[in-house]
Every structure is written in C-alpha cells, then in structure tokens.
C-alpha cells in the first residue's frame, strides 16, 4: 500500500477513537514512517496497543503537552498522558530553539504514551544542523527484560537514540533498544507466525526460547551484548525515568508509557559549522572507503539502510502483513470506518 494511503486510513481509525485530526496525522504518519524505514516493529502493528491504551485510560489521545519546568536551557514538558509522538515532537522542537539560544538543551518528557520511533525525533534536530541524543525509559508498571543474569521481568526495552548531522549526507542516526531487540519485532514474528533467533527471549521459567508467545505467556526480553546492554538500560531508567522525574517501571511507580531525556548540542556553538561539517563529512568517506569483509558488498554509516529501505518502500509500497492488517480492519469495524480490502 502506498504510504499516503496508509497514513489516511491509519489516521481516520484515531480520528474516531477521539485524537483532533493534526494528533491523528502526526502519530499515523510517525507509525507508518517506520514502516517505510523497515522498523515495522514501531509502525502500524502499534495502533492496536494504542487503542488498547485509549479504552483504558492509560491514554488521552485529547491532550495536549505542557512545559512544566523552564530554566534557560533545561526544560521538563508533562504530555499529560497524550500521544507521546505528539508530544516527542513538540519536546525535541523546544530542545532544537533552546540549543540555537544557549549553545546546548536538556528537554525532559514525561507521563506521555508510546514515543515511537525514537530516532525519528533526534533525526529532527540534525537536519536543523544540530547533535541530539535521546534516552527513553518505561514499559508500564513492570519491565519486560530481565537484567543481566536475571530471571524475572523488570526493566524495560529502553532505547538510546543519536543524530548526527553530515555534509552531502542524510544524518547519520543511531537507534536501538538496550535490550536485545525492540519488543515490537517479537510481535511482528508472532503475528507472521515466525519463530524467532535464540538469545532474544527467556520464557517464563527463565528457560532460552524461539518462540515469540513464550514472551507474551509471563516470559522476558534478554538484554543486548549480556553486560553491556545491561549497564546501558540502567543510565536510561536513571536519564529517562528518575532524572525527569518520570519514574521507573522497575520501582513501580510509573503508568504505562515512556519518559524521555533529548539532548541537543547547536553545533555552531562549539566550532565554525563549516569546519564541522568538513571534519564529519571527511570521517564519513573514510568509514565508507574501508573495504568490505567477506559476505559484505560495503561499509554502511548507522542510518543508511533505513534510507535505502525508504526509497524502495516509496517506490514499491508498504507490506501489512495479514495478522496486522486483520487487526486494523477489526479495529475500523467497532470504530464504524469503512477498510478497504488488502491489495494483493
């Protein structure tokens, strides 16, 4: 399906579910984004969780966020349990205008849902030729990933985000879960019936498993490079969670969501900008020019298959799969939208 298409579709369902129509645009356009980038793991298999999240409670797809701390440079925005695109979006924002004002931003996010993408919202800031980073903490009230040498739930997926702007080049842009892969991909195999790698999961005895159920039946996420993504997913809980105030899943304190810290460093402030983008651009043709190992046609820059696959999916479309779609087209039904069939 044609990636306008899908956000219009996408779009209608939270219409109906209560979102002001520009709330439903900026969130089916970040979900379908992902898509379109590769990472159906934050695209439109997430408009279930949402919905689900809106019937509850846990989501007011009305709100709108508000700065609740100002202080020069730093900043806290409260999303007031809205759409946490929506409110990503606006935080980054008003991180990139105090960045270009003092030189350097911390923007802390709290109560608002399900972020998305987070290297959508750093990838903002470097195209406005600014250095972001972003540390995401939540998961609800108890975490989804065991730390390391763990056997029990209670941290959560956790990703780090960076963009980083280069001449000649879209930004180089560093998104990934400190856990070894992003929840939403296990969804993704278990709504196409797939089984999945050893070393994602542990099921609920604490038992190694390629079954994406054993996740959703009391099981945990394991977390990334053991030690390493262990120590990293414990700097975002205190950036994300206990720094902003957001709270951690770990200590039970938080609702079901996300809590954010953007960084965002105006480049021109540190050096001529001219010069920096020659130094970066300099180092990106140096990390291009080495030559491939066996099995590998080139050296790729963070951030440049997600371009490729974007240029192939706006030109060939976006593949739903059938459990995916299924789900929507259920979802339009209670909303009492019409859905069109899936293509073939």
Not at 130 to 147: D, E, H, M, Q, W
Request: with cysteine; glycine share 12%.
């Amino acid at each position: 399906m044609q990636p306008d298409r899908l956000i219009d579709l996408v779009g209608r369902i939270f219409v109906a579910a209560g979102a002001p129509p520009d709330a439903a645009q900026t969130v089916a356009a970040s979900l379908v984004a992902s898509d379109l980038v590769g990472h159906e793991s934050h695209g439109v298999v997430r408009v279930r969780q949402y919905l689900d999240a809106i019937r509850r409670g846990d989501l007011d797809p009305t709100a709108r966020p508000q700065i609740v701390h100002s202080d020069k440079g730093v900043l806290t925005v409260d999303a007031q349990r809205g759409f946490g695109q929506v409110a990503a979006r606006y935080t980054i924002e008003q991180g990139i205008a105090r960045a270009r004002a003092h030189g350097l931003a911390a923007a802390g996010l709290i109560h608002c849902g399900h972020v998305g993408r987070l290297g959508e919202w750093v990838q903002l800031a470097a195209e406005q030729e600014a250095i972001a980073l972003a540390f995401c903490n939540g998961g609800g009230v108890r975490g989804i990933v065991t730390p390391y040498g763990g056997a029990a739930r209670l941290l959560g997926t956790n990703p780090i985000a960076a963009a980083i702007p280069v001449a000649g080049r879209a930004p180089i842009v560093l998104d990934f879960a400190t856990s070894a892969v992003a929840e939403g991909k296990v969804r993704v195999a278990r709504n196409r019936g797939k089984s999945i790698p050893q070393g994602w999961v542990l099921d609920s005895q604490g038992r190694p498993s390629t079954d994406p159920n054993a996740l959703y039946a009391g099981g945990m996420l394991l977390p990334a490079a053991t030690h390493k993504g262990y120590a990293l997913s414990l700097l975002v809980e205190f950036l994300g969670g206990i720094l902003t105030g957001n709270g951690c899943p770990a200590l039970g304190n938080v609702r079901p969501g996300n809590g954010v810290l953007f960084l965002v460093l105006d480049v021109a402030a540190f050096r001529p900008l001219a010069e920096y983008m020659a130094d970066g651009a300099a180092l990106a043709e140096t990390v291009k020019a080495v030559p491939p190992a066996p099995g590998f046609d080139e050296v790729l820059l963070p951030g440049e298959p997600e371009q490729r696959m974007q240029s192939a999916r706006r030109a060939e479309g976006i593949l739903v799969d059938d459990a995916t779609w299924a789900l929507l087209a259920e979802d339009a039904a209670q909303l009492q939208i019409d859905w069109p069939q899936p293509e073939p």
